[in-house]
DNA sequence: GTTTCGATATCGGTT
DNA sequence: AACCGATGTCGAAAC
């Protein structure tokens, strides 16, 4: 995985390493050490001298970590051309995207480490409990909204967006659904609303409206009274203790459901 | 900046310098080679073997990135307690949060390096061209947004959310303002029509609305006019070239302007 | 602690 | 290329 490395490299040696690694096609580089580091874009930033990461992917992402948080200090996602420069005795990296138009300008100060990765292709992560994993399930079997709900379409195009889940009740009702994977909130509720109107509007005079989530805010709980719309608890994961039967079926059949819904 | 590093270790070897560093305060910890993922938790994920990095902050963040995206793998936005342990000859990470629970857990298949850095605090980030930003600027300058408009107030709370900028025009009319620092989409101008619908209702029967951005989408702008509200044309930042005289004094008085509004 | 909203959001899908 | 919506969104401020 290593493919060169560098420790306390002074300028000229930072240099040469990048000008080497930044040729190479594939390489992961990460470099360790007091930088400063100036954005300009959508907005701006400049973050004084201190110990920072810069990680630079094969797929051309760059991102530089401060010793806080998730999220990097700077980070450029599709870096469209690199320049290395130097300015005042120092190593100068400068990565461009061209839309939108930005540029992150790292200076390296002092270098603790240099390297440069080789990484095999990944191995697939496969996600579960996403909403769309959700909507594939309760199109499958509605009745865990419902008692007798008939599905008629999946993301009904509706003005701008698409109805989650389009549906008509064992009284002939038609039925909007709108899935949240998360605790819903009055986003939500006024999404389903938007949807509700103009299906009222436009095709029947009567319709229902469900927010079908694992949890409401209070507020959104409210104001779906207010607007005289539904609330139906569903989870978005199968239970991960021994209460797996509290939700039977929900992800029982879910293998097919994915085949059957492509 | 590196308190210890290690190349190629064995199980062993990847344990002993882990069970040590873990107990560092202060650690920021990277490790390099192949590895399998797992998370659970909000919702929940399998990642094959492959070739990540996973950095441990002193803060007790965690992520674990593959060669792609700005985006880690998996991570955890707070470990509260992290477990060492081994599973069939190899050494497993176990970081877990409280609230929501959640679990990463990562066996380590093959290691090309692991690092110990210390980092100094980090040097402050300064941030231009925020919404906030924007607000303050407009805020103490009005005139931008129309001639004769006259501040009433700022994060003015109506229901649900704050009313960015509220204020009266030249003719005595209530005005409402809405700012993105980015293209306006069709929420925003959601969010505007909620805000004068309420303002409609429990202020003053003649409210105007304001979409303020730097642009708006097509359907956006659409649906804009079909509600009868209104856009202005307003910049985060100042332009990066020698056209800073096309909106002449937005951020003149930055420096006052942050002061008066605190 | 809950809720809300902004973000250089990023990311993927669809038109 | 624009647009739209989900995200394990994260993160901070207001309440």
């Known amino acids: 995985m290593i493919a060169a490395q560098l420790f306390q490299p002074d300028a000229l040696e930072l240099q040469e390493f990048l000008r080497e690694q930044l040729l190479e096609p594939g ?42 948080g998730i999220k990097p200090l700077n980070w450029q996602p599709q870096v469209d051309s690199l320049e290395l420069l130097e300015d005042d005795g120092r190593v100068v990296l400068v990565a461009e995207r061209a839309r939108p138009q930005e540029i992150v300008r790292v200076a390296f100060l002092e270098t603790a480490f240099a390297l440069a990765l080789t990484a095999r292709d990944e191995g697939g992560l496969v996600l579960h409990g996403s909403e769309a994993e959700m909507q594939r399930s309760l199109a499958a079997h509605p ?34 659904v709108e899935l949240k994977r998360g605790r819903a909130t009055h986003e939500a509720v006024h999404q389903l609303e938007r949807y509700v109107n103009r299906i009222r509007d436009t095709v029947a005079d009567e319709v229902r409206g469900i927010l079908a989530a694992p949890e409401v805010t209070a507020p959104a709980r409210t104001r779906l009274e207010e607007l005289g719309l539904e609330f139906c608890e569903v989870t978005a994961l199968p239970e991960l203790d021994d209460e797996r039967d509290a939700q039977p079926g929900l992800f029982a059949g879910r293998d097919e459901d994915d085949h059957s819904a492509r």
């Open 27 to 68: 390489r992961w580089l990460q470099i360790g050490g007091e930088m400063e580091v100036v954005y300009v874009g959508r907005a701006a930033s400049t973050a004084d001298a201190g110990d920072y990461l810069l990680m630079l992917k094969p797929d051309r992402t760059l991102q530089i970590h401060a010793a806080k």
């Open 143 to 176: 009745e865990l909204i419902e008692v007798g709900l008939e599905l008629l379409d999946v993301e009904l195009p509706v003005g701008v967006g698409g109805v989650d889940l389009y549906a008509r009740d064992q009284h002939g009702r038609i039925v909007v």
